[in-house]
């Protein structure tokens, strides 16, 4: 594990994802190292190349961030879009912490999503601006096989129990349950386990299927099989998860239904 500072001239960029105005990624590349995330094609340099291995952290990042929320529209910031905001380095860094802070008091709306069960450090944060904030957990499985594709991750019931944190001091948690991959974690078994802490949480649960792209399908293959999609797979995979969560009585949103639903929100 390698991790080197380096100093940015931007923090805040547009974010291409519809239900975000911004995003913030205080680090570049990611030590959880997740075989099939979607951030290693989109990541240059060692930190893409070295996934899992390699991580920059944008040393300055709170002084620009305080410089740029002075003269920008406040809006919803994505925290993080490409990277893990609670992966190790934030431990002694506390640039995701200080952002939220940073952010919340000018005004902008922040959304986490993470891996980490470090993100309830910040419970005191996150409770004082808790009408600005909402995080997203990720659990793709609360089964040990998460290790196999996650290998630096918090193991998923760590992921689980920060849900449930967060949710007992009235912070907005939702959880993500993605990618949904054929063969690793689409059975009726994986997901009723991760709608239960959803629904038993008050978590809004939103779900969505995995989506190949080249560097990534190249990791999953050399770690741990090739991955293919059957025809009508993803269309019976949706039936099981919607009629899980309407027999537990969970709230369950397509991630492509949600990213419609804020485009038309925001024309």
Same mark, same amino acid.
């Given at each position: 594990?390698?991790?080197?500072?380096?100093?940015?001239?931007?923090?805040?960029?547009?974010?291409?994802?519809?239900? @975000?105005?911004?995003?913030?990624? %205080? *680090?570049?590349?990611?030590?959880?190292?997740?075989?099939?995330?979607?951030?290693?094609?989109?990541?240059?340099?060692?930190?893409?190349?070295?996934?899992?291995?390699?991580?920059?952290?944008?040393?300055?990042?709170?002084?620009?961030?305080?410089?740029?929320?002075?003269?920008?529209?406040?809006?919803?910031?994505?925290?993080?879009?490409?990277?893990?905001?609670?992966?190790? %380095?934030?431990?002694?860094?506390?640039?995701?912490?200080?952002?939220?802070?940073?952010?919340?008091? &000018?005004?902008?709306?922040?959304?986490?999503?993470?891996?980490?069960?470090?993100?309830?450090?910040?419970?005191?944060?996150?409770?004082? @601006?808790?009408?600005?904030?909402?995080?997203?957990?990720?659990?793709?499985?609360?089964?040990?096989?998460?290790?196999?594709?996650?290998?630096?991750?918090?193991?998923?019931?760590?992921?689980?129990?920060?849900?449930?944190?967060?949710?007992?001091?009235?912070?907005?948690?939702?959880?993500?349950?993605?990618?949904?991959?054929?063969?690793?974690?689409?059975?009726?078994?994986?997901?009723?386990?991760?709608?239960?802490?959803?629904?038993?949480?008050?978590?809004?649960?939103?779900?969505?299927?995995?989506?190949?792209?080249?560097?990534?399908? &190249?990791?999953?293959?050399?770690? *741990?099989?090739?991955?293919?999609?059957?025809?009508?797979?993803?269309?019976?995979?949706?039936?099981?998860?919607?009629?899980?969560? &309407?027999?537990?009585?969970?709230?369950?949103?397509?991630?492509?239904?949600?990213?419609?639903?804020?485009?038309?929100?925001?024309?």
């Amino acid at each position: 594990m390698k991790v080197y500072e380096i100093r940015v001239q931007r923090a805040l960029s547009p974010s291409g994802l519809p239900e @975000y105005d911004y995003a913030l990624n %205080p *680090y570049v590349g990611c030590l959880h190292g997740c075989h099939y995330c979607y951030a290693i094609d989109y990541t240059k340099g060692p930190p893409g190349k070295m996934w899992g291995s390699v991580v920059y952290v944008k040393a300055n990042l709170l002084e620009v961030l305080r410089r740029e929320v002075r003269r920008l529209k406040p809006g919803v910031v994505g925290l993080s879009t490409i990277t893990d905001p609670y992966q190790p %380095p934030e431990a002694f860094y506390k640039l995701s912490r200080g952002a939220i802070e940073v952010l919340a008091e &000018a005004g902008f709306h922040v959304s986490v999503q993470t891996k980490s069960g470090m993100v309830v450090r910040d419970l005191d944060v996150l409770k004082r @601006y808790r009408e600005r904030v909402d995080v997203g957990i990720t659990i793709t499985t609360l089964r040990d096989k998460a290790r196999i594709l996650e290998p630096m991750a918090a193991h998923p019931l760590a992921r689980a129990r920060a849900v449930e944190k967060l949710a007992a001091e009235g912070v907005r948690v939702w959880i993500f349950m993605g990618p949904i991959i054929p063969g690793f974690n689409d059975s009726p078994q994986d997901i009723e386990e991760v709608v239960r802490v959803a629904h038993s949480t008050g978590a809004e649960l939103i779900y969505d299927k995995y989506r190949p792209r080249p560097m990534a399908d &190249a990791r999953l293959s050399a770690n *741990y099989r090739k991955v293919e999609v059957s025809e009508g797979w993803w269309a019976r995979v949706k039936k099981a998860v919607e009629d899980i969560c &309407a027999r537990l009585g969970a709230r369950c949103v397509d991630a492509e239904e949600e990213w419609a639903a804020a485009s038309r929100y925001r024309r």
